[in-house]
């Protein structure tokens, strides 16, 4: 059986080594399209940070791995998918042909639409060649203004405040990291960057980029402007797909895959930023473009690939963030279900914010700033859907002691569960 | 014959002496905050809850990492922190659906109970046999597992 996997990150390496163990006869290639090992894109805010080399981000440290496991690293990129003839055009040569396909090719910093994107001096971050391009053109002093305080956003900035960037944020809404956090929790966070000398401009969208000297200016519209040395773009992110055009497979946002991760061409699977699955909690289709998602679907995919029929649980939206230090994360339904009932403490001064939302007896999302402790136990309850019974109103009346309510209804032994 | 440690909450009398010897055994100090086995207290019905990572077959934590910084010891089948590989992400706290891998501010790094090589400090400080390192199938842990992998997703689905 030949296996083919395009794309290396997580949900490619981690797919590759699983379908190793499930079937050791077969054939495993993966395509690494950047021209680089295996890495992982979430360790480069700690490479910037200077906490680690880029050895440090690769998703397995001894490069031996793969050869002792008959994993082979092919490098190039996949321009198109014949599911007929059942090849990947790799552009030149014979391509390569597949038994079983996985799509893991993720995702890629969504393109702003104005005026002077493509200038030098414009940057995004999201692969090992930013973070090096990043790590060469800023030092103390160097004015930054970045554009987007998405979760990608937030996490660099202690690797750009690292290098000593003069650093201003631009948010087109009001919120910083509205897709995981509800506006409280998001004006905590924006507190917290402000206190440590971030300037951040909310409902501020630049109009057009124009070199001025050796620096760019930004124009923010009705006469103002910000001067820059480095514009960095994180407005979020975009599947990788435009490969699959004229393959048969359906595309919805993303790869459309079945609970097997199946897409609609049998013997073609997705998995990881790429692939458009069926969320545990509310049933809808969607992406989840985050680590333990493409892991956790990286090994699913595999386990249906080589024959042993796996179901997979389904995406569970959570993720945790820090920003500048101050961790933060959310789970789940955080911004409420319809008829459903929410709780929070909030404690301003020493940055610490808690919010439940339940449905019924169930927690169904959370909202955590400054909270690190036990916060696994959110994805327990939740994706669970643990029945609280009496820990409800426990939790309606003190939402910290959630960890005491998961332990209770846990713990076969201990009672209430 | 792996073996895994069985927490019995019933004869636990919340002494905490498994806390003050886990932080002793990892770091030596007494400071209970810092233990990776945690006494849950329930006032409501005066019980004590020990409790700690089950080094569950899923590895949620070890398959989330994305540096590769938990590995398998697989003699103990305890689930390491390999504590100059992990980058602080936090990414496992959150993927552990138990909430027993958790982030350390003073360290940038993540701890988890790494069974001790085999010599858990916990066991050997209970003094009423709550926390005992005995063969696997013994243990509530199966029960616990099992838990783990039954989730009532019906309403979900429906
Ligand atoms: C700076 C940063 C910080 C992040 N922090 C976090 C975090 O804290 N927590 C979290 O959960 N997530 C985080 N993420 C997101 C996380 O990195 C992604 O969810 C994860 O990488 C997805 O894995 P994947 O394998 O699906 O895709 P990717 O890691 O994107 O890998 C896809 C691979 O496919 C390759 N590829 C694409 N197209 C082709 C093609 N046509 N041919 C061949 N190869 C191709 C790519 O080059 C790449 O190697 C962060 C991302 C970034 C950039
Ligand atoms: S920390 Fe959690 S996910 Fe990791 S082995 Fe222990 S119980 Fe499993
Ligand atoms: S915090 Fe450390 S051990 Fe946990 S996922 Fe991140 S790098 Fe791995």
Redesign the pocket.
């Known amino acids: 059986m030949r296996h083919v996997i395009?794309?290396?990150?997580?949900?490619?390496?981690i797919a590759a080594e699983t379908l190793r163990k499930a079937d050791p006869a077969a054939e495993i290639t993966v395509?690494?399209?950047?021209g680089?090992p295996?890495y992982?894109?979430?360790a480069?805010?700690y490479l910037l940070k200077g906490d680690i080399d880029e050895a440090g981000t690769f998703i397995r440290k001894d490069q031996d791995h793969y050869g002792r496991m008959r994993i082979g690293l092919v490098e190039?990129?996949?321009?198109a998918v014949d599911t007929a003839a059942r090849v990947v055009d790799l552009g030149d040569g014979p391509g390569l042909p597949w038994d079983r396909l996985l799509v893991?090719?993720?995702?890629?910093p969504s393109r702003e639409k104005i005026p002077g994107i493509d200038l030098p001096g414009v940057r995004t971050?999201?692969?090992l060649e930013d973070a090096r391009a990043l790590l060469a053109g800023i030092r103390p002093g160097t004015r930054v203004v970045q554009m987007g305080a998405g979760?990608?956003g937030c996490?660099?900035m202690e690797g750009l405040l690292a290098r000593g960037a003069d650093l201003t944020i631009l948010v087109r809404s009001g919120y910083m990291v509205r897709r995981m956090m509800n506006p409280t929790a998001s004006g905590l966070i924006r507190r917290w960057c402000e206190s440590k000398g971030v300037k951040i401009l909310t409902r501020t969208q630049p109009l057009a980029l124009s070199a001025n000297g050796g620096a760019l200016k930004v124009d923010l519209g009705e006469g103002r402007s910000l001067d820059a040395d480095l514009y960095l773009s994180v407005v979020g992110v975009d599947p990788?797909l435009?490969?699959l055009a004229g393959s048969g497979v359906e595309i919805g946002q993303g790869v459309v895959v079945d609970a097997n991760l199946q897409s609609s061409v049998p013997g073609v699977y997705a998995?990881?930023?790429?692939a458009e699955s069926p969320d545990v909690v509310t049933g809808k289709r969607q992406l989840n473009?985050?680590?333990?998602?493409?892991a956790e679907q990286?090994r699913t995919a595999a386990l249906n690939m080589a024959g042993h029929p796996t179901r997979f649980k389904g995406s569970f939206v959570f993720?945790?963030?820090t920003t500048l230090g101050l961790a933060a994360s959310s789970f789940g339904e955080w911004q409420g279900v319809p008829g459903g009932e929410s709780t929070e403490v909030l404690d301003e001064s020493r940055f610490r914010y808690l919010n439940l939302q339940f449905d019924g007896d169930r927690l169904v999302g959370a909202n955590c700033v400054g909270f690190g402790d036990h916060v696994g136990a959110f994805r327990g309850l939740i994706e669970g859907r643990r029945r609280l019974g009496a820990w409800k109103r426990r939790l309606m009346d003190d939402p910290a002691r959630v960890m005491q309510a998961y332990v209770e209804t846990a713990v076969p032994a201990c009672g209430a569960g | 014959m792996q073996k895994s440690l069985h927490l019995d909450p019933n004869k636990c009398t919340g002494c905490l002496q498994c806390e003050m010897a886990c932080a002793w055994e990892k770091y030596e100090t007494f400071t209970i905050a810092k233990s990776r086995i945690k006494v849950f207290t329930f006032h409501h019905e005066g019980r004590f809850v020990p409790y700690t990572c089950t080094q569950c077959d899923e590895a949620w934590c070890l398959i989330a990492c994305?540096v590769d910084a938990i590995k398998l010891d697989p003699v103990t089948g305890a689930k390491i922190v390999l504590e100059p590989t992990c980058v602080g992400?936090?990414?496992c706290t959150i993927a552990c659906p138990f909430g027993t891998i958790n982030y350390v501010a003073q360290t940038g790094k993540v701890q988890k109970c790494d069974l001790c090589d085999g010599d858990p400090a916990c066991a050997k400080a209970c003094p009423t046999g709550a926390i005992t390192y005995v063969d696997a199938d013994w243990t509530g842990l199966g029960k616990m597992r099992a838990w783990a992998g039954k989730t009532d997703t019906t309403a979900a689905t429906a």
């Open positions: 395009i794309g290396s990150g997580p949900a490619g390496v395509l690494c399209g950047e680089e295996p992982a894109r979430m480069i805010p190039g990129r996949a321009l893991a090719t993720g995702s890629r971050c999201w692969t979760f990608v996490i660099i990788n435009e490969f998995a990881g930023d790429v473009a985050i680590q333990p998602n493409a990286g993720n945790v963030l | 994305p992400c936090k990414v």
